[in-house]
């Protein structure tokens, strides 16, 4: 990639092109009144080779006109590859294993992981306030990567926290390091559950037996950067579940088995729009230094939405 000769903000992911922030960016810059209007895409396979992620963090730290980064995907991977590459880490980055937003302060280069605090945010958006005091529902959450790891740390700190958190994944390495982020964390013993899955079958049973009301959400990526779904399309999902798909855009799987049972079942189905426009906002204000009220975050809401 060639380095534009003026500042500009940076989006790490696998196919940066397809993502509607490229539209709404410029809109966003406008409202915030931001220096720049450009955002360039940093582009990198699935579990990029180490060096190419030490190469794109070298890249932002050494541009003048670099001013900081949003990263998706290679969360986990960029934390793995270069933290000794950045000057501070917020105790998320730390304990998560993740980096979701690079931003620099003059010389030193920072990491934060931004998802704790933006997918409860989004969360808020639609669960009706104590859902989980009020019915006995449970959480299931398909997939122990960084945005699974990021909403069971954040229901573990809800005043409204459900009784049991089931996190699943097909990777037992994945599982232990979720196990250790919570004790890390202080998360009270017997609050989530790690389950693996060897199958998709093995994680619609655990599904279908979730309470009504329950919270079923896929944080595996799967319909996003690779086609699928975790759940098989006969899987059953509780009574009135709310069924959150953190994607937005992609082939959606997951979202569509969902949408099929919607009626019959009365689910709550929501897409990752609310997500997406909490996590590029809150990274857009980390790497801008600004301080976004509840009512801007409504306005580039009201601008992304026609763009979408």
């Known amino acids: 990639m060639t380095a534009p000769s003026s500042d500009y903000m940076g989006f790490v992911g696998v196919t940066t092109g397809s993502s509607s922030i490229m539209k709404v960016f410029p809109l966003w810059a406008d409202i915030l009144?931001?220096?720049?209007?450009?955002?360039?895409?940093?582009?990198?396979?699935?579990?990029?080779?180490?060096?190419?992620?030490?190469?794109?963090?070298e890249q932002i730290r050494d541009d003048p006109?670099?001013?900081?980064?949003?990263?998706t995907t290679h969360k986990m991977n960029v934390y793995a590859a270069a933290s000794d590459l950045f000057d501070e880490l917020d105790p998320f980055a730390v304990s998560c294993s993740e980096i979701s937003s690079i931003a620099k302060r003059g010389s030193r280069v920072s990491g934060r992981a931004k998802?704790?605090?933006?997918?409860?945010?989004?969360?808020?958006?639609f669960l009706p306030a104590d859902h989980f005091v009020r019915t006995g529902a449970e959480v299931v959450i398909l997939g122990a990567g960084g945005s699974g790891t990021a909403l069971?740390?954040?229901?573990?700190?809800?005043?409204?926290a459900p009784s049991r958190v089931i996190v699943t994944a097909r990777d037992d390495e994945k599982l232990e390091h979720l196990r250790e982020v919570h004790r890390q964390h202080g998360t009270r013993d017997g609050f989530i559950e790690y389950a693996r899955t060897d199958a998709p079958e093995d994680a619609a049973a655990?599904?279908?037996a979730a309470p009504p009301g329950s919270l079923i959400v896929n944080a595996t990526g799967l319909g996003k950067d690779r086609p699928g779904s975790p759940l098989p399309d006969n899987v059953v999902f509780p009574e009135g579940a709310y069924v959150w798909e953190f994607n937005y855009r992609g082939s959606l799987e997951f979202l569509h088995q969902a949408r099929a049972q919607e009626a019959e079942r009365g689910l709550h189905v929501v897409d990752g729009w609310r997500y997406f426009i909490h996590g590029w906002s809150q990274v857009v204000a980390d790497v801008f230094e600004l301080d976004l009220t509840p009512e801007v975050v409504e306005q580039l809401a009201e601008a992304a939405e026609g763009v979408r």
């Open 206 to 208: 655990i599904v279908a």
């Open 33 to 57: 009144g931001l220096p720049t209007r450009t955002l360039v895409g940093h582009d990198l396979p699935m579990d990029a080779a180490p060096e190419l992620y030490r190469a794109m963090v």
């Open 65 to 71: 006109h670099h001013r900081g980064a949003l990263v």
């Open 115 to 125: 998802d704790p605090i933006t997918v409860d945010l989004a969360l808020n958006d």
């Open 152 to 160: 069971s740390w954040a229901l573990s700190e809800r005043a409204d």
